[in-house]
């Protein structure tokens, strides 16, 4: 089982809607988490950070986190075509160096 | 600015040649990070510093070194022993875990080739 598992895609959502990423992670003592934006060519961007439970907003982004099931979501309110990327999740755990570990991503189109 | 600069951003390695990709930042960030992306792999974590003059090998230290003589300054050398080089690299920088707005900033990286 991987750390970090993310579908990979392409996840494909029209102009307007909401997209909707999820990510999972094995480790129950994962303390912190992230959302990378990464354009096709370029370096990653972060855009979100999600400690504790719950929601957390950002203009059109919201990040949850549920940390008894698991599992972490990026949903993107409006989708334009620029948001279309391959957006990574990244977790850290807990203890000594806590170390960030990354999903492989889930490319999004968001077509026009 | 405040950045990462990374350079070459583009590299070609001859077969037993060892090649240096810099990492500049002046962020005044005490930790930074090699990372290695291949295409359906992500990020895999090569060296990593958290203070000037030492480094920890990360998942797949093996045909790089590092070293961090600067704060400012992270270089990783990949030699001859790395078999499969061609790759994404990224450098990456980051305040200590735990504090607020904590999250890397990434260089824009270098795209290494064997030719």
């Known amino acids: 089982q991987k750390e970090v598992e993310q579908n990979s895609g392409p996840l494909s959502v029209p102009e307007g809607a909401i997209a909707s990423l999820n990510c999972t992670y094995s480790?129950?003592?994962?303390?912190?988490f992230f959302w990378y934006r990464q354009y096709s060519g370029k370096s990653p961007e972060l855009i979100m950070s999600?400690?504790?439970?719950g929601d957390k907003e950002d203009g059109r982004f919201t990040a949850q986190l549920n940390k008894a099931s698991q599992y972490v979501s990026l949903l993107i309110r409006d989708s334009q075509p620029s948001d279309s990327a391959t957006y990574l999740c990244?977790?850290?755990?807990?203890?000594?160096?806590?170390?960030?570990?990354f999903g492989t991503g889930t490319k999004l189109q968001v077509i026009p | 600015d405040g950045g990462i600069t990374q350079s070459p951003k583009y590299l070609f390695r001859k077969e037993g040649q060892n090649v240096t990709l810099s990492c500049e930042q002046n962020?005044?960030?005490?930790?930074m990070y090699w990372y290695r992306q291949d295409p359906g792999q992500g990020l895999r974590l090569i060296y990593y510093?958290?203070?000037?003059?030492?480094?920890q090998k990360g998942d797949i230290a093996e045909g790089y070194s590092v070293s961090r003589e600067k704060k400012e300054s992270f270089p990783l050398t990949v030699t001859s022993a790395q078999k499969n080089p061609t790759a994404f690299y990224l450098c990456?920088?980051?305040?200590?875990?735990?504090?607020?707005?904590?999250?890397?900033?990434f260089g824009s990286g270098t795209r290494l080739t064997v030719v």
């Open positions: 990456a920088s980051s305040i200590p875990p735990g504090r607020e707005n904590y999250g890397y900033t």
């Open positions: 962020l005044n960030h005490d930790a």
């Open positions: 990244a977790v850290i755990k807990a203890g000594g160096y806590q170390k960030v570990t």
């Open positions: 510093s958290q203070i000037v003059n030492d480094f």
């Open positions: 480790d129950r003592v994962s303390q912190s």
């Open positions: 999600i400690y504790s439970n």
